[in-house]
């Protein structure tokens, strides 16, 4: 062994630098690799292009609030952060209706543009603030998501015992009294689906707590996906960890059946651990390790975890004064053709609007694009871009580039209101990229809201990525980055002993 660290984790989203973190601030020794898993943003003619949206859904989870509060910096990531005002738009044919953070101003909207369910929504949004602070109590608890052993099971059921809908039927439905077809019931599901990860619509609950996600309180990054990454990170390397994002594992190194190191691409040895932890698949660690050290019951019991839709996305740069002043950073814009064919959904664009300075502003466009559909990959970014030329009639002739790293088409440059095709290479960006997937599992997991367990198919590793609990998005991520640290944390009792006495309730630095 060239090394050895208590804890390497794979991967850079949300949840593997949540639980590097947190694993750092216990005073374990952390080695973060980024695994091949590309930054948020890349350069192409001399403009910043983004490769997925970066709505910080989980902002207001008490999941959030317990890690910023663990890393004392509750005051810092204030300062980080703004509200989103108004919190969600929907734009839809000569309709703009907003979500705006102010009670009363939400009432005034309502009122303006769908005075016949006033009552109804307002019924609506008492129902989830009502599951939500259920779901806040729950979620603050230090327990295991989703839970494993019958200990943690145990735990679980005293605290999901107090939960509105996890045990309604799945075809439940929380907008019941709302008329059916009505514009309200497709926001709502947009809203949801933008927000999980998987790629239907989640159980009763999660709807509830997704939507709730986008109405209660949603928060901006001054600097988006960026500067949530940097905060983590910086975390890491205060507390002694380390990050390198551009190496990635080439092989899972075992020893007696389990987890005990990892060869680094380009290294002659591994790297020693006691425990791997990574934000991919379990399909893929087993894969690392070569089909060796599987558990009996993974390979009897383990989910199928399959996929047939993807996010789509599509950058636009444009001069500011093309894009509307009352465009709000989020909003779902409604298209008025529908390629789906007879589908049971609108075709739906969720558009994150970002002022870059210098008169430009950027608009990151993502499309849930099933696979085999009449819309091919190819034809998606002219349809995003008619989408939104149709709602914002003075976008197209103040566009300056677009591009999608997703369909391999060149990138598109505006100049005296020409397009011109600039070929990938000479651009010098990737050729194509896959889209992020939305997740199929079978059977579903714990309440429905869960895919993989936390533990990893191979004995000391384990999961914390986008497969374990899909239902609840961002939040799951977080819930799953929580519960990977504490059972590494409970492994070592010194560790778990100092953490129990840490005085996690006051802040210092």
């Known amino acids: 062994m060239r090394k050895h660290y208590e804890v390497i984790v794979l991967g850079r989203s949300i949840g593997a630098l949540v639980a590097a973190a947190l694993l750092a601030r216990r005073d374990f020794t952390v080695l973060v690799l980024g695994n091949g898993a590309p930054p948020a943003a890349y350069e192409a003619a001399g403009f910043s292009f983004r490769r997925r949206t970066s709505t910080f859904l989980a902002g207001s989870s008490p999941a959030w609030a317990r890690v910023v509060s663990e890393l004392a910096q509750s005051q810092t990531w204030k300062r980080r952060t703004r509200p989103a005002d108004p919190m969600l738009q929907a734009l839809s044919a000569g309709r703009r209706f907003e979500i705006p953070a102010d009670p009363q101003l939400f009432a005034r909207e ?14 609506l949004y008492g129902e989830l603030g009502r599951v939500n602070a259920a779901a806040d109590e729950a979620f603050d608890h230090d327990i295991t998501w989703p839970p494993g052993t019958f200990w943690e099971r145990r735990a679980a059921a005293k605290v999901v015992a107090a939960l509105p809908y996890v045990h309604a039927e799945l075809d439940f439905d929380v907008l019941s009294e709302f008329p059916r077809g009505h514009f309200y019931r497709q926001l709502v ?45 910086d975390r890491v390397r205060a507390h002694g960890g380390e990050c390198v994002m551009g190496a990635r594992a080439a092989a899972l190194y075992l020893k007696r059946g389990g987890a005990a190191g990892v060869l680094i691409d380009g290294d002659e040895q591994p790297t020693g651990c006691d425990f791997v932890l990574t934000d991919a698949e379990g399909e893929a660690l087993a894969a690392l390790a070569g089909g060796q050290g599987i558990h009996k019951r993974a390979l ?33 814009v409604f298209a008025r053709e529908n390629p789906w064919q007879g589908r049971d959904r609108p075709a739906v664009v969720h558009v994150q609007r970002t002022d870059i300075g210098e008169g430009k502003t950027l608009l990151v466009a993502e499309l ?12 998606a970014r002219a349809f995003v871009l008619r989408t939104l030329e149709t709602e914002l009639p003075f976008l197209g002739r103040h566009l300056c580039a677009v591009d999608s790293p997703h369909d391999g088409l060149p990138v598109w440059i505006y100049e005296g209101g020409t397009r011109r095709l600039l070929d990938r290479e000479s651009a010098r960006v990737p050729p194509l990229e896959p889209m992020i997937r939305q997740l199929e599992v079978d059977p579903p997991g714990y309440l ?19 497969s374990v609990l899909p239902g609840l998005g961002q939040e799951g991520e977080l819930l799953a980055a929580w519960s990977a640290a504490r059972l590494v944390t409970r492994s070592d009792k010194k560790k778990a002993l100092m953490r129990r006495d840490m005085w996690n309730k006051m802040e210092f630095g």
């Open 448 to 466: 429905g809201l869960a895919g993989e367990p936390a533990r990893g198919p191979i004995e000391r590793t384990l999961l914390l990525g986008r």
């Open 368 to 379: 849930l694009l099933p696979d085999n559909s009449a819309l091919s990959s190819s034809d």
């Open 300 to 332: 009897r019991e383990w989910p199928r975890i399959t996929s047939t839709v993807g996010r789509f996305v599509v950058s636009l740069v444009a001069n500011t004064e093309g894009v509307p002043q009352p465009l709000g950073p989020e909003s779902l």
């Open 189 to 233: 599901r947009a809203s949801v689906l933008f927000g999980t990860h998987l790629s239907t619509m989640p159980p009763p609950f999660a709807v509830a707590r997704l939507h709730g996600a986008w109405t209660r309180g949603l928060v901006e990054l001054t600097g988006g996906e960026e500067e949530l990454e940097s905060f983590l990170v």
């Open 110 to 123: 309502v009122n303006r543009e769908f005075p016949e369910l006033f009552r109804l929504v307002e019924q």
